[in-house]
């Protein structure tokens, strides 16, 4: 695993925190892009949705990044 990688993933995991509007105001991945990268780095569906509701998204909003 490298550096860049851990940097990548904190991101998105970061990115997933926020809201839409906050993401898009950061810049860098949309919730999308990290759900996309933290599934393909070993993240479970299950882990990536509770982070999600523990952060308040909606299930639209949940639904619409998978």
Do not use: C, P, W
């Not at 860098?28 to 070993?42: C, Q, T």
């Amino acid at each position: 695993m490298q550096v860049s990688d851990l940097h990548q993933r904190n991101i998105a995991l970061s990115t997933l925190k926020m809201s839409k509007i906050g993401a898009s105001i950061a810049g860098g991945m949309n919730h999308k892009e990290a759900v996309k990268f933290l599934i393909e780095y070993g993240i479970k569906k299950e882990m990536i949705i509770k982070l999600l509701k523990n952060n308040n998204h909606t299930d639209k909003e949940i639904e619409e990044m998978f």
